[in-house]
């Protein structure tokens, strides 16, 4: 999506803001012993109240709110009665529709305690995605963000996972201009337009460039069990630089 009008923005900035803080308190209630099913509940109850809907429900028929994966598995887990244990490595995906517009952003959880190299690719997660984010600029090349990531990835150490990218958002789940990636690609000579929705997601792996679809049809895992996060926000490129969608306030 790319936005032509101030009411269009204020719509997208409500939607990044519920899923925003619905993500934020389904983090703070993680701890050994709850089920993602009942993390699950908690995030459907916060959108549901807010007259939102969620967007993998809507768009795909998944069998869940939100989608919450326990390592090894990174990305598109199911909700189940599986109850979280200490030094699990937990993925939350919150995406939402509310009055017309979408939200989308998602983060990694490390359950204490936790190994040191999991607290450092955690922390590094996030520094992935935001190196991703300064690379934003309206008139510039797509592939600037991908440059940015891979290159962060490469002097620290990790794999970037090359089959989950980021993607176009606003007015749907997977919007216009599709998957962007999130490595190095220099075959990509797309420009980002001014006022373009759009996710920053890189998969930051130990080790994986790559993810299988479990027999669920959902869940996806690196096939040799790496550990890998995924940190997430929505975006739009402005002239000043990006602004934020997924923020809680």
């Not at 790319?2 to 269009?8: A, F, G, S, Y």
């Not at 983090?27 to 009942?38: F, V």
């Not at 919450?68 to 699990?88: L, M, Y």
């Not at 150490?157 to 919007?175: C, E, P, Q, W």
């Amino acid at each position: 999506m790319t936005i032509e009008h101030e009411d269009q923005l204020e719509g997208l900035k409500a939607a990044g803001r519920l899923v925003a803080r619905t993500l934020e308190a389904m983090g703070q209630a993680l701890e050994p012993g709850i089920t993602t099913r009942e993390l699950d509940r908690l995030g459907r109850a916060m959108l549901e109240r807010e007259g939102a809907r969620s967007a993998p429900e809507i768009t795909y028929s998944f069998p869940g709110a939100t989608c919450i994966s326990v390592g090894p598995d990174c990305a598109h887990g199911i909700p189940d009665d599986r109850p979280i244990a200490a030094g699990d490595l937990v993925n939350i995906d919150v995406s939402a529709e509310l009055n017309g517009f979408f939200g989308d952003t998602g983060a990694s959880f490390a359950v204490p305690p936790v190994k040191p190299r999991i607290e450092r690719l955690c922390r590094d997660g996030r520094r992935a995605m935001w190196t991703g984010i300064r690379a934003v600029k309206a008139g510039g090349k797509l592939n600037e963000i991908g440059r940015a990531i891979q290159g962060f990835a490469d002097r620290n150490g990790y794999t970037l996972v090359k089959n989950l990218a980021s993607h176009g958002v606003g007015r749907s789940l997977h919007d216009e201009p599709g998957e962007i990636p999130t490595w190095w690609e220099p075959r990509e000579s797309r420009r980002i337009p001014e006022g373009l929705v759009f996710t920053i997601e890189p998969f930051l792996s130990l080790g994986a460039e790559w993810v299988d679809e479990m027999g669920d049809g959902w869940t996806l895992r690196p096939p040799g069990g790496e550990p890998t996060v995924q940190y997430e926000h929505t975006l739009v490129a402005t002239r000043r630089g990006p602004v934020i969608l997924t923020l809680t306030a």
